[in-house]
């Protein structure tokens, strides 16, 4: 087994035209905790994820709005996926995009739902029953 501190930590860099401000943002919407601000790029947390935010003019790619289009799906997985995206939507983002609904997977239900930030990024939130490994199931029969 590898001790927790060999091993890799996933996480990623959302481009937003202005660092500081969005991190105000998440902290409000997702209670992200600042790790710290170097002014274009900052470091946060969500319940001990780590995520990054940084100005695409200083390092080099492009927010969704400059590419014309979403650059990230962000997965999120939570006890409670209702109330993570409810606190996001109450401090502002859209909740229409992928309203958070039941999906039969081979393990069973899984519930997710998702959201647009403020800065065009997609948050996919569901429980954690994706994170853990299930036993594969034949394909159904076909109907011919």
């Given at each position: 087994m590898t001790a927790a501190a060999d091993r890799p930590?996933?996480?990623l860099m959302l481009a937003v035209p202005d660092a500081s401000a969005a991190a105000r943002w998440y902290a409000q919407a997702l209670g992200a905790?600042?790790?710290?601000?170097?002014g274009g790029v900052v470091g946060l947390t969500v319940g001990g994820a780590p995520?990054?935010?940084?100005?695409p003019e200083k390092n080099g790619w492009a927010t969704p709005a400059e590419?014309?289009?979403?650059?990230?799906?962000?997965?999120?997985?939570?006890?409670?996926?209702d109330a993570f995206i409810a606190r996001a939507v109450a401090a502002g983002a859209d909740g229409g995009v992928d309203r958070i609904r039941d999906h039969e997977m081979p393990w069973g239900v899984h519930r997710q739902g998702g959201f647009l930030?403020?800065?065009?990024?997609?948050?996919?939130?569901g429980?954690?029953?994706?994170?853990?490994a299930h036993e594969?199931?034949?394909?159904?029969?076909?109907?011919?």
């Open positions: 930590v996933l996480s905790t600042t790790l710290w601000d170097l995520f990054f935010l940084g100005e590419a014309g289009t979403r650059t990230v799906r962000v997965e999120v997985f939570v006890d409670d996926p930030d403020p800065f065009g990024h997609l948050w996919l939130v429980d954690r029953s994706p994170l853990t594969a199931r034949p394909p159904a029969p076909s109907a011919d």
